[in-house]
């Protein structure tokens, strides 16, 4: 009976740890996924607009349709949305401004209510943790899932914020949990099959004490078929992973034909413009072609960065593939920033002690520099300089490279949350460039890969500095510039 006990205890051990464990990485997710959901509804709302619509005349106006639309369209991409609205705080309390339950498209479900522009929120948020956390610029995921007669739902919220960095309203999001709990449900049917093959297996056990060889052999065969499934269900996770990766290199990839046609075209246009125009039409056809120009660019760099990151997430950093001069690859992207740089009168200042080889991926690597000069281009004020410096550590082990700028710097809530994908921070482009939120994301994956660091050092106010730190390929003297 002692075999028996013990080997009923086991089981009961072993299935209650495994659904816990399996319970909480699926409620993480689960979590994870509503906040990035929620962050990503956010930076749709064009805080401009939103701060307009003060009024219930305005329900249905063009402003509200227009400002309202993005995330209609948001909405509609994502089935397991059951709810996605805007709302502000007016002295403690909460009102409706944009809700896409308007659309027809939406609300013909039975179970979708509208909520009118200005409408009092009857049930207003007194949780002071969760506006402290919106004021804080991060989003709010409720911990606890709510059920209604429609369902079971959880909730996020994120803020938005206007130009200066400061939360004018935050945007809601209601999703539903059903494929969650038709999971964890697979999975309590699992335990409670384990649990009752090893009461069977105990029984036998206790009645059998002396023959526990074939029995034996049979658990272990249980346990393996067990381990199987395990294994094939992960296999199915990371496929379906994969998938999605695959979709947006696929999707990042199409894009980029288009987008050079455009810029092609563009760029001959305004060379016949400036051939076969004069006056004020030339110079109004110059500055559209500018614009369209400009957004088309824009929206190639931010192809390039999706594309990026998809990459690492499917492949990681392809190994370090032989010998790479760092100041060869800093000289290249000056080079190209330079430029680029002028057009807001930024002068680039470089300061290198010598030429240091690192063992890497050179166009990797080459994507981290590049994001750093980016950012430090982006956020400097006209009439500004920007430093470079590269160095070798005392050690002689490691160099140090950073990018100066003289923007507006970094708070420290901003700084502990700056290097996390789609993230919002609070200072803007100094000449109204845009950002995906995922350049010093790509920046950190890169430079970790290569057992290398990066961080930042920054006062609101007084600019800041990007240092990246990486191993040398190996230990020697090297030729420092006179």
Known sequence: ???????????????????????????????????????????????????????????GSELYQIALQPLVDFHLKMPDIHYLYTMVDIDGQDYFILDTAYVSEIRKSPDVEFSGLMELYEEPMDDSEEKATLYGGEAHVHTEPYTDEFGTFISSLAPINDSS????????????????QERLASLR????????????????????????????KKAFEIQAAHEEELDLARRKAEAANKAKSDVMMVVAHELKTPINVIIGFCELACDFIRDKCKGEVKAELEEDLKHICVAAETLQRHTKQLLISEELDAKGVEGAVGSVLFENVLAEHIGVFDGVAKRKHITMEYDSEGSYPVLANEYAIGQAVENLFSNAVKYSPE???????????????????????????????????????????????????????????????????????????????????????????????YAVRD
């Open 1 to 59: 009976m002692l075999t028996a006990g013990i080997v009923f205890l086991l089981a009961v051990f072993t299935v209650g740890l495994f659904y816990v464990n399996a319970s909480e990485v699926y409620k993480r997710y689960m979590h994870e996924e509503v906040r990035n959901l929620s962050l990503l509804a956010s930076n749709l709302v064009d805080a401009e607009m939103h701060q307009q619509l003060t009024s219930p005349d305005q329900e």
């Open 165 to 180: 960095g400061e939360m004018i309203a935050f945007v809601g999001v209601d999703y539903r949990i059903t494929k969650y």
């Open 189 to 216: 049917q699992a335990g409670y099959i384990s649990l009752g093959v090893g009461i069977v297996l105990a029984l036998i056990l206790g009645y059998l004490a002396g023959k526990q060889h074939a029995h034996l």
């Open 383 to 477: 009439n500004k300089k920007i430093e470079i410096k590269l160095r070798r550590e005392k050690d002689g082990q490691h160099l140090l490279f950073s990018v100066t700028d003289e923007g507006p710097g970094l708070s420290e809530a901003d700084q502990k949350k700056l290097f996390q994908p789609f993230t919002r921070l609070s200072p803007q482009p100094s000449s109204g460039e845009s950002s995906t939120g995922l350049g010093l994301s790509i920046v950190k994956r890169i430079v970790e890969a290569h057992k290398g660091k990066v961080w930042c050092e920054s006062q609101l106010g007084q600019g800041a500095t990007f240092f990246i730190r990486l191993p040398l390929e190996c230990v020697r003297e």
